[in-house]
């Protein structure tokens, strides 16, 4: 079964700063993977996918994140934060057999400092 | 905007009550999905349905179905409402079935069992 860990609760950087949020994932198929970013009293909003065409994924709003198969990862980033950026972000897992069960992670609270 | 609607937006219910749910899809989204967020479990999926069919089912309760209609938007029934079923929930569409395909959320319906 597929899972998806979410090695931070909570970030907190300051304005103009990179984002890092860290997510690996355990899959036995081959994953699709996906970030959804989820502001506050706001329904879920898809920032980025990876299907397997390429490693390096760019996602809306300045966000991307690199699919990294040997580290079972997919970390999301972001040259320089700004302050609409602070929400919630979740990782996602989803196995390509044909049922299309998202697994979520915990979720990251991402905090922007002025 | 996703294109996903939900109604209603909050529900405040008593134990032991009944309420439906309700989704509209995208347009040209044939599957639909539930999620319930809440703070101990997360955001889970409950249910798919593609086409007016149950496509894979997630953890959800006996006390609780669902149903997609010709028109394709679909309903959530609660039932036997219990304390612990206050929660967030989602609805979520998509073109068609399978994991490489990204959902998209509506706003969620805010139930609050008292």
């Known amino acids: 079964a597929q899972s998806v860990t979410q090695l931070d609760s909570h970030v907190s950087v300051s304005e103009g700063t990179p984002v890092l949020l860290r997510c690996n994932y355990s899959?036995?198929?081959?994953?699709?993977l996906f970030w959804y970013v989820q502001h506050p009293n706001k329904g879920l909003q898809l920032l980025l996918k990876?299907?397997?065409?390429?490693?390096l994924v760019k996602g809306i709003n300045g966000f991307e994140a690199e699919f990294k198969k040997s580290e079972t990862s997919f970390h999301l980033t972001k040259p320089s934060a700004h302050m609409s950026d602070a929400a919630e972000y979740f990782c996602?897992?989803?196995?390509?057999?044909?049922?299309?069960?998202?697994?979520f992670g915990q979720g990251t609270r991402l905090t922007i400092n002025p | 905007d996703s294109g996903v609607t939900q109604t209603p937006k909050h529900l405040i219910t008593a134990t032991g009550q009944r309420v439906t749910l309700r989704c509209s899809p995208r347009?040209?989204?044939?599957?639909v999905y539930w999620y319930q967020q809440s703070l101990d479990q997360g955001l889970q999926f409950l249910i798919q349905?593609?086409?007016?069919?149950?496509?894979a089912k997630g953890n959800i309760l006996e006390r609780f179905s669902a149903q997609q209609f010709p028109d394709l938007h679909s309903e959530l029934n609660l039932s036997s409402l219990e304390l612990g079923d206050s929660a967030l929930y989602f609805c979520?569409?998509?073109?068609?079935?399978?994991?490489?395909?990204?959902?998209?959320f509506g706003p969620g319906t805010r139930l609050l069992v008292l």
């Open positions: 349905y593609y086409n007016g069919e149950e496509r």
């Open positions: 347009s040209g989204d044939l599957s």
């Open positions: 996602v897992v989803s196995e390509d057999q044909g049922a299309q069960k998202l697994v």
């Open positions: 990876y299907t397997s065409a390429a490693t």
């Open positions: 899959s036995s198929y081959s994953p699709s």
């Open positions: 979520a569409s998509s073109r068609r079935a399978g994991a490489l395909v990204a959902q998209y």
